[in-house]
């Protein structure tokens, strides 16, 4: 943190030093990193800083009337963006209660958009496209609308172990349910729910090169939405987690060839994929392994006390490889209509091991060469370090301590383990940069500790391995981080963000509610350096994860590909209406509507129908200019629609109220963006039709 005394005011001097520093990026090596961004993303060099004594003169004041220190002009000109410029990476995060996800530019830290996903949105039109709006229809669960999420952990599709910039994956743990973004219109495709359980944690996570998304469990339940007493927890309570198939070419997940694991009543928490070394397999934490079930018996301990009970815990290590080979085999049970391997076959196929792991475990996270895998316990000071080499001679040697109460083998803790370092006060979780250094969420120490990894990439780090290097305080209570890139086989360090879950005293009050606090540091240096450089206030719900990837890997659409585009189904719709096609027909009660937008006329500007008509309203967006985008709303019918250029869209309603609607573009799209209006006439039921007068005054009474 910024924690130097307003008063450290250095000389005219000092503060020029400072400032030329700040602008030329301070170090050689951020010297080296930032030119190798700027080839890649395009952008000229900067030339060479010069301050005059005036500038120098006026610097000096702002400082000190501001209060400002040296550390806070360097932190300010490390994230300053100068207009028109762009950010060098983007990072996705969990929107938490909202349902959403927010996509935020580094190092500006400036919010670039929400991505609507479990909660309908008006700005993007989403969930308000009449009656039967298929996003609304994907968000219901056993045809109950459920129109809110708590997201918590997006994941970026890969190839080979990297980011490729295509597609984001968002678990919603309260009603495990998964959504599909496609990344070159930023826009959620799909929503799956899984049928086996209510609620999820650990979704979502992906294999190195998106075959499956993984979507881990929660808490222990009756799988399938079945029912039991806490008295038969042991016997009909289940852990679960789901491998969701997913098809590049078509952007969806593809459930009919999707299946799940039964695991035991545990609670799984957070997955990761192994990579390069450790391909092929997965590894969950787990906590509550005491199968505690709250304070059902007299004398029971509440689950806080007896889900903390035992000093071990078991990491789940799964050969997801087999788990496929035995799921294509035919040796998945159905349940609830979804194929489940049973905990049973998953011990005779060898596809599940334990490992021991200290207390209450949060994180488990793959070191980028696929060799070691990092598991944090929030009741144990120590991260732990486990060697997929030694895992997978354990397993061929049966070093086994014991079998769990279900047979699944305990490998033996000191056979697996390759080491343990000591960082501070619940830790939790773990990213990695380029420099060989690992660094660690300290939830109750408040601090992010930075520390060198071990065996072959402990070469880059000086310190040696498995070494505590350095502590960097941050406000408060911090619990994902994200380094950029850094938990890919190949992260570029640069730059880290706190998800720190109390703001208390960094923001202005807004009520008793506070914003959470996301917090960048600057991670460019080896060794001890590690300062803040930004707080961010994100009060729009409780983010829990994110991840940072390069902004020269994704592929962004700026316009779509052609006029007429439908997006649900990223090609071009045949139903689009072309100009000339404009026009309302009438086929018994159902009305078809034709429409085309463009700066600033919709055309029909007047649509007239009969009260209790069925209308299939159909839009084409006709503008092919970046940034031109309509909006189309019809007030009293909650529709409200986002036409980004060249969209298609199409949306149904009765209309079973009469009146005079006016419909308007909602988006502020030219300088006569108010004359861009129409209305919608429903005649009430027994009137005469009112005849067509021209072109833009139809009506669908014939």
Known sequence: ??????????????????????????????????EGRRR????????????????????????????????????????????????EYVLFSSGGQSGQVFAIGIPSMRLLRSIAVFTPESWQGYGFAGDKDPIRESLKINGKPVEWGD???????????????????????????????????????????????????????????????????????????????????????????????????????????????????????????????????????????????GGVEKGSPPFEAGASKRDMDYLHIIDWKK??????????????????????TLVEEGILHFAPEPKSPHGVDVTPDGKYMVVAGKLDPHVTVYSIERIKKAIAEKKFSSKDEYGVPVLDFDAVREAQVELGLGPLHTQFDDKGYAYTSLFLDSAVAR??????????????????????????????????????????????????????????????LLPQNFQLLDIVQSGTTMPVIYDSPIGVGEPHYCQMIRADKLKTWKVYPEVGWDPHKQMLSPDAPKKGDEGVTREGNKVLVKMTAVRSHFKPEHVEVNEGDVITWRITAMETAQDATHGFCIGGYNVNLSLEPGEYTEFTF??????????????????LHLEMMGYLHVKPKGNAAVPAKDADHVAASK
């Open 1 to 34: 943190m910024r924690m130097a005394s307003p008063t450290r005011y250095r000389t005219m001097w000092t503060l020029l030093l400072a400032a030329g520093a700040a602008l030329a990026c301070f170090s050689p090596d951020a010297i080296a990193q930032q």
């Open 40 to 87: 890649r993303s395009g952008t000229q060099e900067a030339k060479p800083v010069e301050i005059t004594p005036e500038q120098l003169a006026q610097l000096t004041k702002i400082a000190n009337d501001r209060k400002l220190n040296v550390d806070d002009l360097l932190a300010a000109a490390k994230t300053f963006m100068p207009s028109g410029r762009h950010d």
């Open 151 to 293: 997201t918590h952990h997006p994941a970026l599709s890969e190839t080979k172990g990297d980011y490729d910039g295509e597609f984001l994956f968002i678990g919603d743990k309260a009603n495990a349910r998964l959504g599909v973004i496609d990344l070159r219109d930023w826009d959620c495709k799909q929503v799956v729910k899984n049928p086996l359980t209510i609620s999820d944690h650990g979704a979502a996570f992906v294999t190195p090169n998106t075959d499956y998304v993984i979507e881990g469990g929660q808490y222990g339940t009756v799988l399938g939405y079945g029912y039991a007493l806490p008295e038969d927890y042991k016997k009909s309570y289940r852990g679960m987690v789901t491998m969701w198939k997913f098809d590049r070419a078509k952007g969806r997940i593809d459930e009919s060839q999707s299946f799940a694991l039964e695991l035991p009543p545990y609670w799984q928490d957070l997955a990761d994929a192994g990579k390069l070394a450790s391909d092929g397999w997965f590894f969950i934490n787990s906590f509550n392994t005491e199968m505690a079930t």
């Open 323 to 344: 788990a496929e080979a035995a799921f294509k085999a035919g040796k998945a049970e159905k349940v609830n209509g979804f194929p489940l391997l049973k905990l049973a």
């Open 451 to 512: 520390w060198s990894l071990g065996g072959e990439t402990a070469k880059k780090a000086p310190e040696g391995d498995w070494k505590l290097v350095q502590k960097t305080p941050v406000q408060y209570n911090i619990g994902h981080l994200c380094a950029a890139e850094g938990d890919t086989v190949s992260p570029d360090g640069n730059f880290l963000v706190s998800m720190s879950k109390w703001s208390v005293d960094r923001f202005l009050t807004t009520g008793p």
């Open 654 to 671: 009765t209309a079973d109220r009469a009146g005079t609607y006016p419909y308007y573009c909602t988006e502020f799209c030219s300088a």
